[in-house]
């Protein structure tokens, strides 16, 4: 990963309503590294799409600035700030095709507003949907095409001014999830092949997932938290982070004064991970109360007491998966439990 491409500085933003004022983004710090797939999640109204907004000042921000290359967007004047903007394409939900061009007039007007010769402009709208994979539709009409069609010819059409950066609003939140993962390759593939710097505006975390090396969770106007995909996943730091990467399942789940189960280890090979694969298999979470279980001779021995939830059916799964691979346990008073610890 190269230098900053883009650099966010203490960006604010705020929208005048009839009922006053409106904050919708709030001391946003980011650094977008040259050539990486840079994911920006937050739930809806948390401020992600006037952010994307901001980074190509289709929004002027209120407070802070954009760097684009080291070059401020607010200190460009109109005309320097419409040729960076060439450097950014940007696809969005909806498509935004115009339904009276053909898929190739689509893809040739950013083209035309850079007044790039007819012919050239031609030729490179049919390399971009060979790219994409829709030379054959090139004189079909958006209202003959599919969502992921459309999407693709979307991203032709962002291509077309050879760009530096692309900006994805939800780009695939209209999409089936089958057509999702293919566009979402696509985007891999193009920042892969030409280099060119991705930013995913989503709300699923699948989408984060699939392709973005890092991520920056914003919540309420401001950056929860920002860093490697990976580690964000394994270990989220924020509450927002927590939420979105584990779901509501966490929110839901009540253990109240539900039962315990002491689980017996006598024994089975120590490199078995029992209890995630319980929690996988069950679908559902438990509660670590006390453990005391030590490797010995690569045999565990010992023993867990877990809290199930309070959920009959789901706590009924856990004993049914416990019988189902002849785990021994027994159900616990709750003052056993004190007596361990």
Same mark, same amino acid.
């Given at each position: 990963?190269? &230098?900053? *491409? *883009?650099?966010?500085?203490?960006?604010?933003?705020?929208?005048?309503?009839?009922?006053?004022?409106?904050?919708?983004?709030?001391?946003i710090n980011l650094d977008i590294r040259q050539g990486e797939i840079f994911g920006i999640i937050g739930l809806s109204g948390a401020g992600k799409s006037t952010l994307v907004r901001c980074i190509n000042y289709l929004e002027i921000p209120t407070e802070g600035e954009v760097l684009f290359e080291g070059q401020s967007l607010s200190a460009m004047t109109p005309a320097q700030r419409r040729k960076t903007r060439q450097s950014m394409g940007m696809i969005f939900q909806q498509f935004n095709l115009l339904a009276q061009r053909n898929v190739i007039q689509n893809v040739c007007f950013p083209l035309e507003l850079t007044k790039t010769p007819k012919k050239e402009a031609r030729q490179r709208a049919m390399e971009l949907l060979r790219t994409v994979g829709l030379e054959e539709k090139a004189k079909s009409y958006p209202a003959q095409l599919s969502g992921g069609q459309k999407q693709r010819v979307a991203i032709a059409r962002a291509l077309a001014t050879n760009p530096k950066v692309i900006l994805c609003d939800e780009a695939t939140s209209a999409l089936d999830p089958n057509t999702t993962k293919q566009i979402l390759a696509l985007l891999k593939e193009i920042n892969r092949a030409m280099g060119v710097t991705v930013i995913v505006i989503t709300h699923e975390m699948s989408v984060i997932e699939a392709?973005?090396?890092?991520?920056?969770?914003?919540?309420?106007?401001?950056?929860?938290?920002?860093? &490697?995909?990976?580690?964000?996943?394994?270990?989220?730091?924020?509450?927002?982070?927590?939420?979105? $990467?584990?779901?509501?399942?966490?929110?839901?789940?009540?253990?109240?004064?539900?039962?315990? $189960?002491?689980?017996?280890?006598?024994?089975? &090979?120590?490199?078995?991970? $029992?209890?995630?694969?319980?929690?996988?298999?069950?679908?559902?979470?438990?509660?670590?109360?006390?453990?005391?279980?030590?490797?010995?001779?690569?045999?565990?021995m010992g023993q867990m007491i877990i809290q199930l939830p309070e959920d009959e059916a789901d706590a009924n799964r856990v004993i049914n998966y416990l019988k189902t691979i002849k785990i021994p346990y027994e159900e616990v008073e709750k003052h056993d439990v004190i007596s361990h610890s």
């Amino acid at each position: 990963m190269g &230098e900053s *491409i *883009i650099q966010i500085r203490n960006l604010g933003k705020e929208f005048k309503t009839a009922a006053g004022s409106v904050r919708a983004l709030q001391d946003i710090n980011l650094d977008i590294r040259q050539g990486e797939i840079f994911g920006i999640i937050g739930l809806s109204g948390a401020g992600k799409s006037t952010l994307v907004r901001c980074i190509n000042y289709l929004e002027i921000p209120t407070e802070g600035e954009v760097l684009f290359e080291g070059q401020s967007l607010s200190a460009m004047t109109p005309a320097q700030r419409r040729k960076t903007r060439q450097s950014m394409g940007m696809i969005f939900q909806q498509f935004n095709l115009l339904a009276q061009r053909n898929v190739i007039q689509n893809v040739c007007f950013p083209l035309e507003l850079t007044k790039t010769p007819k012919k050239e402009a031609r030729q490179r709208a049919m390399e971009l949907l060979r790219t994409v994979g829709l030379e054959e539709k090139a004189k079909s009409y958006p209202a003959q095409l599919s969502g992921g069609q459309k999407q693709r010819v979307a991203i032709a059409r962002a291509l077309a001014t050879n760009p530096k950066v692309i900006l994805c609003d939800e780009a695939t939140s209209a999409l089936d999830p089958n057509t999702t993962k293919q566009i979402l390759a696509l985007l891999k593939e193009i920042n892969r092949a030409m280099g060119v710097t991705v930013i995913v505006i989503t709300h699923e975390m699948s989408v984060i997932e699939a392709i973005c090396d890092r991520v920056a969770i914003i919540d309420q106007s401001r950056i929860a938290e920002v860093g &490697e995909v990976s580690d964000i996943f394994s270990d989220p730091k924020s509450r927002i982070g927590r939420q979105l $990467i584990l779901g509501d399942a966490v929110n839901q789940m009540k253990f109240g004064s539900s039962m315990q $189960i002491r689980i017996i280890f006598d024994g089975r &090979e120590s490199a078995e991970p $029992i209890i995630s694969n319980l929690v996988l298999a069950c679908k559902v979470p438990v509660n670590i109360m006390y453990a005391a279980t030590r490797d010995i001779g690569g045999k565990a021995m010992g023993q867990m007491i877990i809290q199930l939830p309070e959920d009959e059916a789901d706590a009924n799964r856990v004993i049914n998966y416990l019988k189902t691979i002849k785990i021994p346990y027994e159900e616990v008073e709750k003052h056993d439990v004190i007596s361990h610890s």
